[in-house]
């Protein structure tokens, strides 16, 4: 029962570089989520897609796009890596009403150096 | 904006103590609250949802109380145990597509 699934866990960058943070949910849930946690602000909002080709910004967008590719998978792509995107980073999911549970990944540890 | 406060940051505990969190939050037009328990190094695992218009949820040894019009929350851990140190959470939400998280409590039940 894997429930949501973040990879990697951990990852190095340069300034600069890109990458991609995958998440896959199997609880064809409708709602996906990509927080950031740093220390001291809590968990903060980057993007959500409320259901499968929508997507739209939270918080603190700035930096990041999104792709969510199907019902149960929705990346995370820094285009441009900066130091102020060193956190940890993860993916949630729940089935779309308010009312309901969320669940979250384990989380991917970014530094960007 | 909404803005969840939890107070104090941390807490140590004798094993065997019943103690409380508290959780804050500024907007009472909420939707629902979320208390998770955080391990060092993992994710969020929810421990108690109580919908607006709920007084408490109660699980095991956990319970957990809302009191909308005055912004609050509480979660009451009876008989504490070494393995409820962890850092614990309160969310609230005020709609279909964010949850506003307090900083957490970083609760240590010492053997």
């Known amino acids: 029962n894997a429930g949501v699934t973040q990879t990697p866990k951990f990852q190095v960058l340069k300034t600069g570089q890109s990458m991609t943070l995958q998440c896959a949910q199997d609880?064809?849930?409708?709602?996906m989520y990509w927080y950031r946690q740093d220390p001291g602000m809590g968990l903060r909002l980057i993007y959500y897609?409320?259901?499968?080709?929508?997507?739209d910004k939270g918080e603190v967008p700035n930096g990041y796009n999104v792709s969510r590719l199907n019902k149960r998978e929705f990346s995370l792509r820094l285009e441009s890596a900066a130091p102020s995107q060193t956190s940890v980073y993860f993916c949630?999911?729940?089935?779309?009403?308010?009312?309901?549970?969320?669940?979250f990944g384990e989380g991917s540890w970014l530094t960007v150096v | 904006k909404q803005e969840v406060t939890q107070i104090p940051a941390a807490l140590s505990v004798p094993e065997g103590e019943n103690l409380v969190l508290n959780c804050s939050f500024t907007?009472?037009?909420?939707?629902?609250l979320q208390w998770f328990r955080q391990d060092p190094g993992k994710g969020l695992t929810s421990l108690l949802l109580i919908q607006s218009s709920q007084r408490e949820q109660t699980s095991g040894r956990l319970n957990a109380s809302l009191d909308k019009s005055s912004g609050r929350s509480t979660l009451y851990i009876a008989a504490s145990q070494p393995g409820d140190s962890a850092t614990y959470l309160c969310a609230v939400s005020t709609g279909a597509n964010n949850l506003f998280f307090g900083t957490g409590t970083r609760l240590t039940v010492i053997p």
């Open positions: 897609s409320a259901s499968e080709g929508t997507t």
């Open positions: 949630a999911s729940r089935t779309g009403a308010s009312g309901n549970t969320i669940y």
């Open positions: 609880m064809n849930h409708n709602s």
């Open positions: 907007d009472s037009a909420i939707y629902n």
